[in-house]
Every structure is written in structure tokens, then in C-alpha cells.
């Protein structure tokens, strides 16, 4: 049972169809308990007031945006190096989830900085470089659609994820760099003590039905890649005999 | 060393040849940079504020702009196959290729700067912060953009697809270029965000072409 055993697409598709149908109810399970913990059972925030359960989806989708940007580049580096061929259709199937996490934390993190700061955007340094991050999910897809050849794009796409992933900490370090030299505390940062467990536990199950919701998205892009290229393949065949 | 710079001697011939198409990166950033006042005002003190910023960004578009002419040209009249087919190391030959295109891009750009922050009423005190960071940023440029361009080979019409995949990772140099000039316009010390500037430039060095050789050699399989 070694890595190459689910280079083979049929057993790989058996066991992937299994680990989704097991990940998609965890994921809706914990959604819906994490759903109920955060918007019933914890607390208004003393300061924040209601707003506060901005954060149990907010603080969630950020962490998956890092995640998925460094399983994508992991993915990238596997398939460069070993070529495995399961590898490039895992990176190609996380980015657009990246992506989608990534919009969904710059969304809810507007929405909550409206009331709270009383602007949708400032050009704080987390917010900068989250955004800069989306602009790399989306050259990365832009790349994999420009190029016909999948193989060949499937290879561009990995060399320009690791060239990504080695400059996300520079370009993370620039912009903390050029926001502590722009902007002296313009913002009121209201981190406050440590967490509460009341407000922690919601988050804490959210951020796992996130991750259970990647994984099952994972799989189901990845089982959809492989069918539309056996599709590819009769159709050749096909065309072919 | 003797083949690459016979490399660089042949592209900075080629570049001379062509005559105007090597400007055009220099024109447009003098035109870029003319628009500012159109489009923010004339006052000096606003112009001085922003000057900096405005001729980094200029700068950076130029030199992305004139990325496509780094292999596309090579790319498709076959001569980058001989160079990678003629048992060269493939970084080296990239690297050649990436100092010409400096020579023919960055340069004239770092010539024209002072003149267009005279226009712009920059600071003089910013000058020699102005000229180093172009001279210590703008190699950066093209050894970052080379990746790009080299990946974006195959792709019919992949400007746009460029500018995406290169303006986010030339961030960096952006921030401590401008941030360089800016300390030296407000009386500070300018040398640490040039010498992180420098670390960039330097880190790029030997990563670069080797990452824009890897592009190289799949876009020719």
C-alpha cells in the first residue's frame, strides 16, 4: 500500500467516493452544531455586541485561506518531484477552494469592519496581504486555464505555486514593514484578553466543519477532474479506432 | 562565462537594432508618470508627497510591460531551442538573457528617473535614495518577471495573464522602494529598507533564473 497504489485512478475513485460521503456528514454535522454554538449559545461580545459572530465564519475562512495555499503548494511540490499524477489534480482542484475561502474572509472581515471601524476597507496589513494572497489563487487559475496542454499546464501551475509559496512570507513581511512605517495605529485594535472558552468552542468546531467541508470539496473536484479526463480519453479512443 | 556574454552582446545587439521598440518601455514611463499631474492636480506639495510612489509604480509597469520581449521573440523563430539544446546550463543562458533585458529596460529607466522626479517637485533629499533604489530594485524586476514571461510563453496573447501571475510578487520591491526614498525625503536613514531592498535583489539572483529555466525548458517540450 504504498503512495503509487492510488495512482490508479480506480482505486483511488473507491476510496475517495467513501471519504467523502464520511467527511460531507461531518462537515454538515459540524456546521450545524457550530452554527448553533456561535449564533446561540455564545455571548454577545461586551464591546462588539452582536457583530462579534462575524468572526466564528471569519476567523475560520482565513485559516483555510493559508491552509489551502500551503496544501496547494505542498501538492505542487509532490507533483513536481515525484510525479505523482494524483498530485497535480489535488492542487488544481484546492485552488479554487482557496480561493472561495479567501473572498469569503475578505467579505466577512468588510462587513465586520463596518460597524466596527466604521469603513468597509482599510488598508491594514492583514487585510493587504489577504488580498494580495486572493491575486495569487487567481494567477494560479488563470494559469491552468491559459495553457491547453494539461500536462504542461498542470507543470507551469506547480513552478509558479512554489514561486508563491516562497514569497508569501516576503510579501507578508513587506507589507507588516510598510503599514507599521504608513499608518501608525489608525485603527483601533480591540484583541482584548485571551479568548473565552464561550466564544472559543464555537470557533474551534467551525474551523474543523471548514476543514471537513474542504476535504469533501477536495475529493469531489479531484473525482470530477479524473471522469472528465476518462471522458477525454474515450472521446479520443473514439475518434481514433 | 564566455557563451553568456556573447548572449548578452547578441540581445543588446538585437535591442539596438530594433531602435525604437526598446524605448517604448521608457516612453511609457514617462507617459505614466506625465498623467499624474493631469490626473491629481499640479500643486507641488501634493506632487512632492506622492512622487516617489508614483515613479516606483511607473516603473514597475514599464519594466512588466516590457517583459513579453525577454524569449517571446526566441520563443518563436526557434533560437531559444538552440540555446537550451546547445549543452549551455539553461539558468545561465536565462540569466544572460535577463541582464540584457536589464540593460535595455532597467537602465534607461534609472537615467530617466531624476528628470521625472524634477517634474514631479520631489524632494531633494530623496535624489540619492531615488537613483539607489532603481539601481538596487530594478534588476529585481527582471529577474522576478522572468518567471513570469517564461511561463507565460505557450499562452497566445498572455499580457493580461502576465501582469496577474508577475504585479503581486513585485510588491515587495515596491514597499522598500518607495519606503527607501521616503526615509531619505523625510530626513531619516534610508540604509536599511536599501539593504532589504539589496537582500531581495540578491535572493532573486540565484532563484530566479533558476525557476524561469524550469519554465523555459517545459514550455519547449
Known amino acids: ?241 | 562565462m564566455k557563451p553568456l556574454i556573447s548572449i548578452i552582446a547578441r540581445d543588446l545587439r538585437l535591442a539596438v537594432r530594433q531602435g525604437g521598440a526598446t524605448l517604448l518601455a521608457l516612453v511609457f514611463f514617462v507617459l505614466t508618470v506625465t498623467l499624474f499631474p493631469l490626473g491629481v492636480g499640479p500643486e507641488p506639495a501634493i506632487l512632492a508627497r506622492i512622487a516617489p510612489g508614483v515613479l516606483w509604480v511607473a516603473a514597475l509597469l514599464a519594466a512588466m510591460l516590457s517583459l513579453d520581449r525577454l524569449f517571446q521573440s526566441d520563443f518563436e523563430d526557434g533560437s531559444l531551442e538552440q540555446l537550451v539544446l546547445s549543452g549551455l546550463p539553461v539558468g545561465g543562458v536565462v540569466l544572460a538573457k535577463i541582464i540584457a533585458h536589464w540593460m535595455t529596460t532597467g537602465f534607461p529607466l534609472l537615467l530617466a528617473a531624476p528628470f521625472l522626479a524634477v517634474l514631479l517637485n520631489m524632494n531633494g533629499e530623496g535624489f540619492t535614495a531615488l537613483m539607489l533604489t532603481m539601481l538596487i530594485g530594478t534588476p529585481a524586476l527582471s529577474l522576478i518577471g522572468a518567471i513570469g514571461a517564461a511561463l507565460t510563453l505557450t499562452v497566445r496573447r498572455g499580457g493580461v495573464l502576465l501582469s496577474l501571475l508577475v504585479l503581486p510578487l513585485y510588491i515587495p520591491v515596491l514597499i522598500f522602494g518607495v519606503s527607501a526614498i521616503d526615509a531619505a525625503v523625510h530626513g531619516l536613514n534610508a540604509k536599511p529598507h536599501l539593504l532589504l531592498l539589496a537582500a531581495l535583489t540578491v535572493a532573486c539572483l540565484p532563484l530566479c533564473p533558476w525557476a524561469a529555466a524550469a519554465a523555459v525548458k517545459l514550455s519547449l517540450d
Open chain 1, 1 to 241: 500500500m504504498s503512495m503509487h497504489y492510488f495512482a490508479n485512478p480506480t482505486h483511488f475513485t473507491r476510496l475517495a467516493g467513501r471519504i467523502q460521503q464520511w467527511a460531507g456528514g461531518l462537515a454538515a454535522g459540524l456546521l450545524i452544531a457550530g452554527l448553533y454554538l456561535a449564533l446561540v449559545v455564545a455571548p454577545a461580545d461586551y464591546q462588539q455586541g452582536e457583530t462579534v459572530r462575524i468572526m466564528f465564519v471569519h476567523v475560520p475562512s482565513a485559516w483555510m485561506a493559508l491552509f489551502c495555499y500551503s496544501f496547494l503548494a505542498v501538492a505542487s511540490a509532490v507533483a513536481l518531484i515525484w510525479k505523482h499524477p494524483l498530485a497535480d489534480m489535488a492542487a488544481k482542484a484546492s485552488a479554487p477552494i482557496g480561493a472561495g475561502f479567501t473572498f469569503l474572509a475578505l467579505v466577512t472581515g468588510s462587513l465586520w469592519g463596518k460597524p466596527m471601524w466604521g469603513t468597509w476597507w482599510v488598508w491594514d496589513a492583514r487585510l493587504t496581504s489577504v488580498l494580495i494572497l486572493f491575486f495569487l489563487y487567481l494567477g494560479y487559475m488563470a494559469l491552468w486555464q491559459a495553457i491547453e496542454d494539461s500536462q504542461k499546464a498542470a507543470k507551469a501551475a506547480a513552478v509558479l505555486a512554489l514561486v508563491g509559496a516562497v514569497n508569501v512570507p516576503i510579501i507578508k513581511f513587506s507589507v507588516d514593514w510598510w503599514n507599521t512605517l504608513h499608518q501608525p495605529a489608525s485603527v483601533l485594535r480591540m484583541d482584548g484578553p485571551a479568548i473565552h472558552p464561550s466564544m472559543l468552542w464555537p470557533l474551534l468546531v467551525m474551523a474543523l466543519a471548514f476543514k471537513a467541508y474542504f476535504v469533501t470539496l477536495l475529493l469531489a473536484r479531484m473525482r470530477m477532474e479524473l471522469n472528465l479526463r476518462r471522458i477525454r480519453a474515450l472521446r479520443l479512443a473514439d475518434r481514433t479506432s
